[in-house]
T-cell receptor, first 113, second 111 residues
Framework: EAGVAQSPRYKIIEKRQSVAFWCNPISGHATLYWYQQILGQGPKLLIQFQNNGVVDDSQLPKDRFSAERLKGVDSTLKIQPAKLEDSAVYLC???????????FGPGTRLTVT | GESVGLHLPTLSVQEGDNSIINCAYSNSASDYFIWYKQESGKGPQFIIDIRSNMDKRQGQRVTVLLNKTVKHLSLQIAATQPGDSAVYFCAETYSARQLTFGSGTQLTVLP
């Protein structure tokens, strides 16, 4: 089966600009996660969706980050405006209904200058 | 919140030797643990998991050991191969809540 797809793979922007990332989970996976992975650290959960509803967004900086999964399939994560400290890899993962095994996409490497 | 940490940031082993990667966790309520492998430019890949009602679980060339008394988790890789070179993360969760990842150990396999 096809894995989790993410685009773009790389993005360079200046601070205060906006950026959006896209994720297409594994077909049929109800749960979708967005993680932020700063260089040298483990991934940190930003938001978790169950179908098109938000399950956990407690660690999402809501003043600048937003995410949506309108039809319960694809998802977008947006940062507006970006800060230097947002430079990181943004990983999307998905899991099947009732499963704890998460499948990760390749990530989007964001550099904010 | 509580976090999961790793003892060593880097580990170098000779090809063919066994590798042991350690992880300390602080949340005594954690009931599920996972080891992930992350190669450069890729997302984390599931290796093996273990629930808190077990103390050992084996997979193909990998074994995870869980010591709840000292809150310690380890990943053993038998006959380490060059393709095993990567960063390894342990992650923990409780009651199916969000995963908390450690900071990772870079494993380098020497020829």
């Amino acid at each position: 089966e096809a894995g989790v797809a993410q685009s773009p793979r790389y993005k360079i922007i200046e601070k205060r600009q906006s950026v959006a990332f896209w994720c297409n989970p594994i077909s049929g996976h109800a749960t979708l996660y967005w993680y932020q992975q700063i260089l040298g650290q483990g991934p940190k959960l930003l938001i978790q969706f169950q179908n098109n509803g938000v399950v956990d967004d407690s660690q999402l900086p809501k003043d600048r980050f937003s995410a949506e999964r309108l039809k319960g399939v694809d998802s977008t994560l947006k940062i507006q405006p970006a800060k230097l400290e947002d430079s990181a890899v943004y990983l999307c993962a998905s899991a099947g209904q009732g499963s704890t095994e998460q499948y990760f996409g390749p990530g989007t490497r964001l550099t904010v200058t | 919140g509580e976090s999961v940490g790793l003892h060593l940031p880097t580990l170098s082993v000779q090809e063919g030797d066994n590798s042991i990667i350690n992880c300390a966790y602080s949340n005594s309520a954690s009931d599920y643990f996972i080891w992930y492998k992350q190669e450069s430019g890729k997302g984390p890949q599931f290796i093996i998991d273990i629930r808190s009602n077990m103390d050992k679980r084996q997979g193909q060339r990998v074994t995870v050991l869980l010591n709840k008394t000292v809150k310690h988790l380890s990943l053993q890789i038998a006959a380490t191969q060059p393709g095993d070179s990567a960063v390894y993360f342990c992650a923990e969760t409780y009651s199916a809540r969000q995963l908390t990842f450690g900071s990772g150990t870079q494993l380098t396999v020497l020829p």
